[in-house]
Every structure is written in C-alpha cells, then in structure tokens.
T-cell receptor, first 110, second 117 residues
Framework: EDQVTQSPEALRLQEGESSSLNCSYT??????LFWYRQDPGKGPEFLFT???AGEEKEKERLKATLTKKESFLHITAPKPEDSATYLC???????????FGTGTRLQVTL | KAGVTQTPRYLIKTRGQQVTLSCSPI?????VSWYQQTPGQGLQFLFE???????NKGNFPGRFSGRQFSNSRSEMNVSTLELGDSALYLC????????????????FGPGTRLTVL
C-alpha cells in the first residue's frame, strides 16, 4: 500500500528564517507528487506537481524538489502570510487516487 | 474562471440521519473526487466520478455513496450517520480522471463541515 510521511509535524520559524519541509514516500510506480497549502477552515490550494526525479519547481518563496524517495518544499525568507498547513500527496499507476500525508503545520512569526 | 463550489458549507446532523453534499467542479472538468478530512487521519480518498461513472472507491463502508450528473456536478450521500462521520468533506475537480494514470492538477473546493451529534 502507498505510504506518504511528512516531517516535521509542526514547524515554527521567524520571519526570514529559511527551512525545508520533507515528504517521503513508499509507492509503486510514482506518476506524480503534489504539494498543497491549506489554511484553517479552507480547502487545499494547489501549489506544485512534480513528475520525475530531479525535477524542481518554484513559486515566489517556495521551491519544490523531487528525488526517487522524497520531496522537499524549501521556503526561503518566509513571511507570516506563509503560515499554513502544507500537504503532500502522491498519485501512482496502480492506485488511481491521491494518497496524502498528514501535513506540516508551519507558523511564521515576526 | 470560477473555482470548485461546495454546498452547504456547514451541516449539523444527529446520529442515524442521512446527509447529501453537493459539488460543482470547475467548468470543463469532468472528474470529481471526494475526500474526508479528519484531524487524526488526514485526507482520505472516498471515490472518484468521471463522465457519470464511478471510477474508483476508497476503503469506506457502503453508507458512503455518490453520483455524478451529466453536467459533471456531483453529490455525495452518507446514510445512517455515526459520530465518527464528523469531518470536513472535500471535493476536487480535474480535467482527466485519476484512473487514467496520468495525473494532472486537482483543484479543491472549500469543503463542507459536517458535525454529527
């Protein structure tokens, strides 16, 4: 069965303090890895899709990378508005669904 | 372009009742997937509909069912509600079905918060 593990569960950063969130996966036949941001009481907001090892994508202060076993979401010089839960999900050739990790709760303080 | 809409946003029901939730996908999207989100389990896949056909189903009891209409709008029904069904129910739309094995972006709606008393 596909498994997705995110770490850390929670992360508190000061504004401007860069860090990385980890998403490790054990799946059969990865077809796509997704990153979402979720604010309290709202649905997940799509950030990135990565399809193959070595791929990288950037958006403002966020950069997502992918290896054969894990993905990282790098946050450079975060601001308080980056505070949210970040979710990672995988899609495989066999499961025909997205399997989500439990997320990393990020808090950025002044 | 309008996003995914879900109605109602909040629901309070009692044990044993049934409930129907509605989801309207992004215009042109024919795939609708449903997820249950709880603090302990995270997002769990319920089922996916594409062109009015259920394409895949997660590990949930038969009390959870759904359907899709010709305009791609989808409904989810939960019968004989239990306390453990309290959750945020999310739907997501995509232009291609997950079962195609070719994953592209899934866009989520704001969810329906269901509370079972």
């Amino acid at each position: 069965e596909d498994q997705v593990t995110q770490s850390p569960e929670a992360l508190r950063l000061q504004e401007g303090e860069s860090s990385s969130l980890n998403c490790s996966y054990t799946v059969s036949g990865l077809r796509g890895l997704f990153w979402y941001r979720q604010d309290p009481g709202k649905g997940p907001e799509f950030l990135f899709t990565l399809y193959s090892a070595g791929e990288e994508k950037e958006k403002e202060r966020l950069k997502a990378t992918l290896t054969k076993k894990e993905s990282f979401l790098h946050i450079t010089a975060p601001k308080p508005e980056d505070s949210a839960t970040y979710l990672c999900a995988v899609g495989t050739g066999t499961a025909s669904k997205l399997t989500f990790g439990t997320g990393t709760r990020l808090q950025v303080t002044l | 372009k309008a996003g995914v809409t879900q109605t109602p946003r909040y629901l309070i029901k009692t044990r044993g009742q049934q409930v129907t939730l509605s989801c309207s996908p992004i215009s042109g999207h024919r795939s609708v997937s449903w997820y249950q989100q709880t603090p302990g389990q995270g997002l769990q896949f319920l089922f996916e509909y594409f062109s009015e056909t259920q394409r895949n189903k997660g590990n949930f009891p038969g009390r959870f069912s759904g359907r899709q209409f010709s305009n791609s709008r989808s409904e989810m029904n939960v019968s004989t509600l239990e306390l453990g069904d309290s959750a945020l129910y999310l739907c997501a739309s995509s232009s291609r079905p997950l079962s195609s094995g070719s994953y592209n972006e899934q866009f989520f709606g704001p969810g329906t918060r269901l509370t079972v008393l």
